[in-house]
């Protein structure tokens, strides 16, 4: 059996750009200012206030964030996002 995580997911426009975000434990992947934007990691739980981005000291938890925010992501004519 593959191994489970769960995780809370959610993505909004603004000027139809997009900013979308994921929590997995105490992890927080974020990506601001387009979903072709870089993506940026915090560790809630040792950085609530989210100062020390760790994307690349973690790399797995980038990934886990991509595969995420693109099986999540949905079109939606109401809410047109730029690419």
Not at 18 to 39: E, H, T
């Amino acid at each position: 059996m593959k191994n489970q995580f769960m995780y809370l997911c959610w993505e909004f426009t603004r000027k139809g750009v997009a900013s979308q975000a994921v929590r997995i434990g105490d992890f927080k992947i974020i990506r601001n200012d387009g979903i072709n934007s870089p993506v940026e990691v915090y560790n809630l739980k040792s950085d609530p206030q989210e100062q020390n981005n760790i994307a690349e000291s973690v790399p797995d938890m980038v990934a886990k964030g991509e595969r995420i925010f693109k099986k999540a992501h949905v079109d939606n004519r109401l809410y047109p996002i730029k690419k």
